[in-house]
């Protein structure tokens, strides 16, 4: 009688600690704020043992998915969250969204520098080779930058081919050695130390795009995404995202 009372006891004990343990915070986006949210997350559920998983790349790899468990979407710019709301309606919640930090527009080139690439000017030289990110945060970020200079006629005929997304730029500028220069965010250099070498644009040439990030509304846990939100928002959060090349 006593064996089975503690079995039974023991039984329920494992049953309450399971259901006290916190479900796992869901948090989708593009690739390329990955680096500072999966940082992010696991010292965030280090402190606050709430698990988080942060699944990013391009949205149809993960959308469907998305759409049975996300409690968090992230944006590489503030109009990729905008149409993201907008093809998926009701998915998001509106009165949550919050920008993080801004990060701007840099030039990467081959280590060594060997075509001398210091400016966007530079860009428009005869027989530079330019791959061009057209999508994923950065769609028509090129020509913005070049405007500003007058030189969009200049860049857009040395721009040899454009992918909708940057992992698919990055695997081009890691297996092609025919690519000169990448327009891209400065951010990506963070993670391609040993493939590239970053050209900063002055701050009254770049251009800049944001980090949104918003709680859905199918989300079981609103309270924990909310907590994950301030955490991002921390100065501990935000040395983070500095270090990965965000402002």
Known sequence: MKLKLFIITLALSFALFANAQPD?????????PQAPMEECAKIFSKKTMIPVKVIAGPEINWIDQAKQNADLVFGGAEYMLTQFAM?????????????????????????????????LKDLTKPGVRILNVNGAGQLGM???????????????KNILRSFP??????????????????????????????VSQLVKIPASQTVYRGT????????????EAQQFIQFLLSNEGHSIFKKWGWE
């Open 24 to 32: 796992t915070l869901f948090v989708y986006g593009p690739g390329g």
């Open 87 to 119: 093809q998926h309606p009701g998915l998001i919640d509106s009165s949550t969204r919050t920008e993080l930090y801004k990060r701007a527009a840099g030039i990467l080139v081959r280590k060594g520098n060997p075509k001398k690439i210091t400016s």
């Open 142 to 156: 090129w020509e913005d930058l070049a405007g500003k200079q007058d030189l969009i006629g200049g860049i857009q």
């Open 165 to 194: 997304n940057t992992g698919a730029a990055v695997n081009a500028w890691k297996t092609d050695n025919s690519y000169d220069a990448i327009i891209i965010y400065s951010s990506w250099y963070y993670r391609l130390k040993d």
């Open 212 to 223: 949104p990030v918003a709680i859905t509304t199918i989300s079981n846990q609103k309270k």
